[in-house]
């Protein structure tokens, strides 16, 4: 923990600067081969390409600090990501990924509450973030708010009509509430 203390005191931010992210101009394309592509390969690949827009930065340091912080989460090494990625967003706040998988840690977590609000930032700075959408989903199901849970992965399957993951939630949703009602 030190050593990354240490290198994140030492990294020298910049806030402010402009980079690919959510605002990239590739993501349109992308996006619309989401919305038609039936192809599970190519949809892989093209939820992979977004993905790597999303993680990108003009400053490498930014990117190795993400790497590092997922790297950690991934080690369940919670506290070092979670001071990785809360710096990220405190020097970067319309860096869209870093509140993602801040989100992300807290869903693991279980901090379901903080969790939704770094969600919310996500889908502020980035609408069509199907991981966001998705975690949201999850993060509901968890809470067992399935109203909220359905509207999120309705939400998702606009965005990315073709996941099989979000029709497979929302099916299951619907049958939950279909079976509530009865």
């Given at each position: 923990?030190?050593?990354?203390?240490?290198?994140?005191?030492?990294?020298?931010?910049?806030?402010?600067?402009?980079?690919?992210?959510?605002?990239?101009?590739?993501?349109?394309?992308?996006?619309?081969?989401?919305?038609?592509?039936?192809?599970?390969?190519?949809?892989?690949?093209?939820?992979?390409?977004?993905?790597?827009?999303?993680?990108?930065?003009?400053?490498?340091?930014?990117?190795?600090?993400?790497?590092?912080?997922?790297?950690?989460?991934?080690?369940?090494r919670?506290?070092?990501?979670?001071?990785?990625?809360?710096?990220?967003?405190?020097?970067?706040?319309?860096?869209?990924?870093?509140?993602?998988?801040?989100?992300?840690?807290?869903?693991?977590?279980?901090?379901?509450?903080?969790?939704?609000?770094?969600?919310?930032?996500?889908?502020?700075?980035e609408?069509?973030?199907?991981?966001?959408?998705?975690?949201?989903?999850?993060?509901?199901?968890?809470?067992?708010?399935?109203?909220?849970?359905?509207?999120?992965?309705?939400?998702?399957?606009?965005?990315?009509?073709?996941?099989?993951?979000?029709?497979?939630?929302l099916?299951?949703?619907?049958?939950?509430?279909?079976?509530?009602v009865?």
């Amino acid at each position: 923990m030190k050593k990354i203390r240490l290198l994140l005191l030492s990294f020298v931010l910049t806030p402010g600067l402009m980079f690919a992210d959510q605002t990239d101009s590739r993501l349109d394309n992308l996006f619309s081969t989401l919305l038609i592509s039936t192809d599970l390969t190519t949809i892989r690949a093209t939820e992979n390409q977004i993905w790597a827009i999303w993680f990108e930065h003009p400053n490498d340091d930014v990117e190795q600090l993400m790497q590092l912080g997922v790297t950690r989460m991934n080690y369940n090494r919670y506290a070092d990501a979670m001071l990785i990625f809360t710096q990220l967003i405190e020097s970067f706040p319309d860096y869209a990924e870093s509140w993602n998988r801040r989100a992300t840690l807290h869903y693991v977590l279980g901090n379901y509450a903080e969790s939704i609000a770094d969600i919310e930032k996500v889908l502020e700075l980035e609408p069509r973030h199907f991981g966001a959408l998705s975690g949201l989903g999850l993060v509901y199901l968890q809470k067992k708010q399935l109203g909220k849970a359905k509207e999120a992965f309705e939400n998702l399957i606009n965005v990315h009509p073709n996941s099989p993951n979000a029709q497979e939630n929302l099916r299951r949703i619907n049958e939950d509430l279909r079976l509530n009602v009865i």
